[in-house]
């Protein structure tokens, strides 16, 4: 396995391995290690099917799904992995979309912020892509956590932010709406990572709406700031999609977006999630 990085704000390709085979213990220990030092790898020229995205999910912190224990979903066949993937594509079929996130751009976000228990790790296997743009572009949270003034990282320490998602891939929630059947959850502006210790900013201006206990000018003031990390070319980072990438990203220390690409060229990626744990601050 070679480890080659992408950035000084993180990222790293990987080569060198199989995961359409079972990986060795200590390859698997060294892309754990990798994970949690860049954020986002990059694995090149994989040729797998979904069992071995599975499996990938499975080795580097289990798999997302609802339903069964690996052993038991294994022994009952396909239909026990409903709900392991998703399909992010703006292909169709007799005029049904196949999957999500068609055409166009998408904000920055962090994958299930919108949950009690958000999601550890998002797994995304290049099926179909575009010539041109359609690239995921990752800003660093710890980054841009340590590069707050000292008076602002005192100001947010303790506030919660209201993450709450529509489904929209650009343009904030309306908050005057009734938002008790939307997918929403309250975290912290600024979360403690529970495998690196380091503290990472919590927010995203696809999901973060509101901050608790704020009036709605001060909360919006104080968000507009604290998205400022979007326009710092230093802690950001992109990759190109080729078919055949696996990239895996960080969803505590690590924000995604997807730049514009040309309407009615095919792009397909298949996405799996990695379960996580309770965060806080």
């Excluded at 999910?57 to 690996?70: D, N």
């Excluded at 026990?80 to 594509?89: I, K, P, R, S």
């Excluded at 303790?158 to 343009?171: E, F, P």
């Excluded at 080729?242 to 040309?262: C, Q, W, Y």
């Amino acid at each position: 396995m070679e480890i080659t990085p992408i950035s000084p704000a993180g990222g790293a390709i990987i080569t060198g391995i199989d995961l359409s085979r079972t990986l060795p213990a200590d390859t698997a220990v060294g892309l754990k290690n990798a994970f949690l030092e860049y954020g986002v790898l990059a694995i090149r020229g994989q040729d797998i099917k979904d069992q071995d995205q599975f499996r990938f999910c499975e080795v580097m912190g289990g798999l997302a799904t609802r339903g069964k224990p690996l052993d038991q979903r294994e022994a009952d066949g396909d239909a026990a992995y409903d709900g392991a993937v998703h399909l992010v594509t703006n292909l169709t079929e007799d005029g049904i979309p196949l999957g999500s996130f068609g055409d166009g751009e998408v904000w920055f976000h962090h994958d299930g912020s919108f949950k009690e228990i958000p999601y550890a790790a998002t797994v995304l296997y290049g099926m179909a892509v575009t010539s041109v743009g359609g690239e995921t572009v990752f800003a660093n949270m710890y980054m841009a956590y340590d590069r707050l003034s000292d008076d602002l990282k005192s100001r947010i320490n303790d506030l919660m932010g209201l993450n709450i998602y529509d489904y929209a891939a650009r343009g904030r929630v309306d908050l005057d709406q009734d938002i008790s059947d939307i997918n929403h959850w309250v975290h912290p502006l600024v979360i403690r990572h529970p495998d690196t210790g380091r503290k990472a900013l919590y927010v995203s201006p696809l999901i973060t709406a509101r901050v608790e206990g704020l009036p709605q000018d001060e909360s919006d003031a104080l968000l507009e700031d604290l998205f400022a990390y979007q326009n710092d070319d230093e802690i950001i980072f992109e990759h190109k999609w080729e078919v055949g990438d696996l990239v895996m990203m960080d969803n505590r220390s690590i924000t995604h977006a997807r730049k514009d690409f040309p309407a009615g060229e095919p792009r397909m990626l298949r996405r799996t999630m990695v379960e996580g744990v309770a965060i806080g601050a």
